[in-house]
T-cell receptor, first 114, second 112 residues
Framework: EPEVTQTPSHQVTQMGQEVILRCVPI?????FYWYRQILGQKVEFLVS????????KSEIFDDQFSVERPDGSNFTLKIRSTKLEDSAMYFC????????????FGPGTRLTVL | GENVEQHPSTLSVQEGDSAVIKCTYS??????FPWYKQELGKGPQLIID?????GEKKDQRIAVTLNKTAKHFSLHITETQPEDSAVYFC???????????FGTGTRLLVSP
């Protein structure tokens, strides 16, 4: 069964450093998303991406964040200068032929900012 | 914007009992309501969803009901099993490829 994959599973970084989180969405899916989940809290939307551009972003997704689909398979989230409060689980999701609302999530990347 | 409330925050049941988790939403434009199961250390897994043109949907032991007038929807799990133990999230979305707004989650514990 096709699934969303994410790398790395755990990323530790120093405050102020740049990190790139990588995702491979389900093949043939057209809509891509990033969400985050701070430990013990609910999942929060960050950004949606379609047709090579951002379609919606939340207030969390400020100028420190960017997304990119550098090739036909990867979808990345970059945080330019990490802050302590960026520590969270980051989930990539994709949706496609089944209807744009059915989003399938990857296993997540745990980001720890020291 | 949309706000989704979810209750209860924790739910303990005995194996074989039924479990019900309830959510309310605020935006009457929302028309898609998925439920996700999240096991420890894993990503949310879509288990069932319902669209606003349907009042009820069932898949084996899992069912979801939607009351558009009252703006609430519920997840029903019958004949619970220990492997149903997880955190369950409801979510709401409106048309197109819009974001999912999640509820705060319900930790379900099924005791053998």
């Amino acid at each position: 069964e096709p699934e969303v994959t994410q790398t790395p599973s755990h990323q530790v970084t120093q405050m102020g450093q740049e990190v790139i989180l990588r995702c491979v969405p389900i093949s043939n899916h057209l809509y891509f998303y990033w969400y985050r989940q701070i430990l013990g809290q609910k999942v929060e939307f960050l950004v949606s991406f379609y047709n090579n551009e951002i379609s919606e972003k939340s207030e969390i997704f400020d100028d420190q964040f960017s997304v990119e689909r550098p090739d036909g398979s990867n979808f990345t989230l970059k945080i330019r200068s990490t802050k302590l409060e960026d520590s969270a689980m980051y989930f990539c999701a994709s949706s496609g032929l089944g209807g744009p609302n059915e989003q399938f999530f990857g296993p997540g990347t745990r980001l720890t900012v020291l | 914007g949309e706000n989704v409330e979810q209750h209860p925050s924790t739910l303990s049941v005995q194996e074989g009992d039924s479990a019900v988790i309830k959510c309310t939403y605020s935006d009457s434009a929302s028309n898609y309501f998925p439920w996700y199961k999240q096991e420890l250390g894993k990503g949310p897994q879509l288990i069932i969803d319902i669209r606003s043109n349907v009042g009820e949907k069932k898949d084996q032991r899992i069912a979801v009901t939607l009351n558009k007038t009252a703006k609430h929807f519920s997840l029903h799990i019958t004949e619970t099993q220990p492997e149903d133990s997880a955190v369950y999230f409801c979510a709401a979305s409106n048309t197109g490829f819009q974001k999912l707004v999640f509820g705060t989650g319900t930790r379900l514990l099924v005791s053998p």
